[in-house]
């Protein structure tokens, strides 16, 4: 696989971006993209440090958007994966917004929610890129 910090870092900035559009313009559904976006980054950082691990792994265990599931299998391949405590309290929510917030015109979240995530987020990024994942 060729995931990239930099398209883990795209998905952080359209998140950002989200969150300046909604709170200039209230649309709910950028809101939505936004937490799309976040759960799309975590996703991600789960992903590149398994991918960059060294260690064997099936692409096919992978192949999941529930950060529950990612974290796991990083864990039964005995792989130390950085994981912020408020993504792994919250990782079965974060992993809902993968489709709810695309697919279900009911799907809402608070903006200090997805702020709060958001910085999270880009803390994680710094601190997974300062230990040499590119």
């Known amino acids: 696989m060729d995931l990239s910090m930099a398209l883990i870092k795209a998905d952080i900035l359209m998140a950002k971006q989200g969150i300046s559009l909604f709170e200039q313009d209230g649309v709910r559904e950028v809101k939505n993209m936004t937490a799309y976006h976040l759960q ?3 996703e991600k950082l789960i ?3 398994i991918y ?11 192949y999941v958007h529930n950060l529950v599931s990612l974290m ?16 792994d309290e919250n990782a079965l929510l974060i992993s809902d917004w ?22 999270v987020i880009m803390d ?10 590119r």
């Open 47 to 49: 992903k590149i440090q």
């Open 40 to 42: 799309q980054a975590a």
């Open 98 to 119: 993968e489709a709810g917030s695309r697919y279900d015109i009911r799907f809402s979240i608070r903006i200090d929610t997805l702020k709060k995530v958001c910085n």
């Open 72 to 87: 796991k299998y990083a864990q039964s391949l005995n792989i130390c994966v950085s994981i912020p405590q408020e993504i």
């Open 52 to 62: 960059r691990s060294g260690v064997e792994y099936d692409n096919r265990k992978l």
């Open 124 to 133: 994680w990024y710094q601190e997974v890129y300062s230990r040499g994942i």
